[in-house]
């Protein structure tokens, strides 16, 4: 008996399949799979380019993972031993210099990603995954360090930590949009760069302050995410010396949570040079445009006297 397929309008009969695989010398399970086999590489190669990871794509997918694992750290050995009253010092120390570290290497995976994509490629989806990335490990993270922070400090009011918290969550949020809208000119960003940001938030709170004056930093780092100072862009000598401090201060949290000899006076000062410079590069690149803005004055009154 012979069935006309209605889809493919191609005759069938029994048998037909068997004997075509004892012709070509395969049984029907194995003709199987070689049409599986078939239908996978269509299916690959159909899959649009937009969809397929690239290796910066790799690199940013770690950024994220790095963020997550912070947030992890911060809760299983800062906040429930705090609730539970199961506090060693040692072991909190330790799991928030691991959870600092990993904000770290989420930098360092933010720095790399977009070196790799410029010099090979990037998917269709790196800004995105990028944006996405961010929001995790220069947003969450910090802000549930915040969190955290205003729940086991003994001078620390729980309810305003938590809106300084989700002041700079908002802000890194904010941040990004607006990047992702907007075009300034190469080789700057406009407003503290999220891993900065973020860094110097933690920092601040690594310095054990007082609780106003810790909060009230907070907040200010939290605006200069969002303002319009201008910031240079890490390439070349400066992704260079970036990249050295990060690995510096991965040693100095190291030694500080390992109890190592002067390791808190170490992270004090590693902490008290990342505040110090969140607040100085606003300063320069504001006197830097002040005196670009009188030398355009200057050559337009020379213009307008010759």
């Not at 909190?92 to 691991?98: V, Y």
């Not at 990993?102 to 995105?128: N, W, Y």
């Not at 303002?227 to 070349?236: D, I, M, Q, T």
Request: glycine letters at 10%; charged letters at 15%; proline letters at 4%.
């Amino acid at each position: 008996m012979t069935v006309i397929d209605p889809d493919t309008q191609a005759a069938w009969a029994p048998g037909a399949d068997a004997a075509r695989d004892e012709r070509d010398g395969h049984d029907g399970r194995g003709a199987h799979d070689d049409r599986l086999n078939v239908l996978e590489d269509d299916a690959a190669e159909e899959m649009p380019l937009s969809t397929r990871l690239s290796i910066a794509d790799t690199l940013t997918l770690g950024n994220a993972t790095c963020g997550f694992m912070a947030v992890y750290f911060t809760t299983t050995g800062v906040l429930i031993p705090h609730l539970t009253g199961s506090e060693d010092g040692g072991m909190t120390r330790h799991s928030a210099a691991t959870a600092v570290v990993l904000m770290l290497m989420a930098s360092v995976f933010d720095l790399f990603d977009g070196l790799v994509a410029r010099k090979l490629r990037s998917s269709a989806m790196g800004a995105e995954l990028d944006n996405l990335s961010d929001l995790i490990s220069f947003g969450l993270a910090p802000a549930y360090f915040v969190v955290v922070w205003g729940m086991v400090a003994n001078d620390a009011h729980q309810r305003v930590s938590v809106v300084a918290a989700v002041v700079v969550l908002l802000a890194v949020v904010l941040r990004l949009a607006r990047f992702s809208c907007t075009t300034v000119r190469d080789g700057v960003f406009q407003g503290m760069p999220g891993p900065f940001g973020a860094l110097t938030v933690v920092s601040i709170v690594l310095l054990g302050l007082p609780f106003v004056p810790t909060t009230l930093a907070i907040l200010g780092v939290a605006w200069l995410m969002v303002s319009r100072v201008e910031y240079p862009k890490p390439r070349g000598r400066l992704a260079v010396a970036m990249l050295g401090w990060i690995v510096l201060s991965m040693g100095l949290l190291a030694a500080w949570a390992f109890g190592g000899p002067g390791g808190e006076l170490l992270l004090q000062t590693g902490c008290a040079l990342q505040v110090v410079l969140g607040a100085v590069i606003p300063l320069f690149a504001t006197f830097r445009r002040v005196n670009s803005f009188r030398d355009s004055r200057r050559e337009a009154r020379a213009a307008a006297q010759s």
